[in-house]
């Protein structure tokens, strides 16, 4: 746990590695042919190695800003997104349900999985017995399902 990194604060190198993604993926929208696209993919990179060895961290963040810049005005009206990610047309589509669905299953369906209905509800004494010994019991009025 000592080597957890601080949340939003981003290095030059991943603030410039992430700029390169974007880039990537904004030029993946506007060409569908893979060798024109491939083509501009390495047009892109030569930008970006001209500008590797910069040592220089005021006039490498001054380009960082120029390349956000640039990257926002000519960015994709409609960028392509995968199906399953936020934003897609399947995000969230195959949702798993909870836990306690499975004690609503008819008994024709738990015979077909003894062993594991058996330490199913075992689990659930204990887990049970945990409880009211940390919390207390519980209330009748309070149980739902």
Known sequence: MANVPFL?????????CSLYKRALRNLEAFYDRRNVYR????????????????????????????GEQELFLVQHP???????????????????????????WHPLEKAHY????????????????????EYGPADKKDEKH
């Open 8 to 16: 939003g604060v981003k290095t030059h190198a991943q603030k410039v």
């Open 39 to 66: 083509y501009q993919a390495v047009l892109l990179r030569d930008r970006f190695d001209k500008n590797a060895k910069e040592t220089d961290m005021i006039k490498a963040a001054e380009l960082l800003k120029q």
């Open 78 to 104: 409609i960028p392509r997104t995968f199906a399953t990610s936020l934003g897609g047309v399947a995000h969230e589509r195959v949702v798993t349900p909870p836990d306690w669905v499975i004690d609503y």
């Open 114 to 133: 003894p062993e594991y209905f058996k330490r199913r509800e075992q689990r659930k004494k204990e887990f049970i017995a945990m409880w009211e010994k």
